[in-house]
């Protein structure tokens, strides 16, 4: 079992920076793989990062890719999402997650969720 609480959502301006984090309780974090994921209102959950157990790769689909970096810190049980030159379209609902094995692409491969943090863009 494994519980994720992410932070660091709020209400920016268009163009600057936000990072979230997710911290993760529970046994063995470092063999999942993580995922963040978010979603806007009338909208299905994306996918906007995903990382392996060992960091050692990293996947980002063109929306987010060269602005968005994923990280994690396995001897602090954390997963960051450094966010750069955000836009309004990028205002949702960031949600960490948690994979034992699958594609990261995917929601379907996810075994745990956090409860999501709100990130506002304003323009």
């Known amino acids: 079992q494994v519980q994720l609480l992410e932070s660091g959502g709020g209400l920016v301006q268009a163009g600057t920076s936000l990072r979230l984090s997710c911290a993760a309780s529970g046994r063995d974090f470092s063999v999942y793989a993580m995922g963040w994921f978010r979603q806007a209102p009338g909208k299905d959950h994306e996918f906007v990062a995903g990382i392996t157990w060992s960091g050692g790769s990293t996947y980002y689909p063109d929306s987010v890719k060269g602005r968005f970096t994923i990280s994690r810190d396995n001897a602090k049980n954390t997963v960051y999402l450094q966010m750069n030159s955000l836009k309004p379209e990028d205002t949702a609902v960031y949600y960490c997650?948690?994979?034992?094995?699958?594609?990261?692409?995917?929601?379907?491969?996810?075994?745990?969720w956090g409860q999501g943090t709100q990130v506002t863009v304003s323009s």
């Open positions: 997650a948690a994979s034992k094995g699958g594609s990261v692409w995917l929601s379907f491969f996810y075994d745990y």
